[in-house]
Nanobody, 126 residues
């Protein structure tokens, strides 16, 4: 089972940017897709972006202009960068893994991620 550890959260200013990291054990084996999700206080969890080891990426429509997901395969690490942060981006950001056997990444992109990290909290102040 993959072990997922997020880092990079903290307090940030509106208009700034963030870069979160997810270290995913065994990602280099290529058996999983990795995704970033977030959950605002009192809100529902939403998908932000996802990536396959071959570099295919997909984004939530509402965030695709501000979010970038990248990977460092030898380091088993996936990053999420977001620009022009707003207070509405305040949330706990989670990294999650979905086995490739669950289906192609572009089918039900943000569904069926059974493995999750503990999350990293991001607070954006105006």
């Amino acid at each position: 089972l993959p072990r997922l550890v997020e880092s990079g959260g903290g307090c940030m200013q509106a208009g700034g940017s963030l870069k979160l990291a997810c270290q995913a054990s065994r990602y280099v084996d290529g058996h999983y897709y990795l995704g970033w999700f977030r959950q605002a206080p009192g809100g529902a969890r939403e998908g932000v972006a996802a990536i396959a080891i071959d570099g295919v990426t997909t984004y939530a429509d509402s965030l695709k202009h501000r979010a970038t997901i990248t990977q460092d395969i030898p380091e088993n690490t996936v990053y999420l960068q977001m620009t022009d942060l707003q207070p509405e981006d305040t949330a706990t950001y989670f990294c999650a893994a979905r086995p490739k056997t669950y289906g192609a990444l572009w089918v039900r992109t943000f569904d069926d991620f059974p493995y999750w990290g503990q999350g990293t909290k991001v607070t954006v102040s105006s």
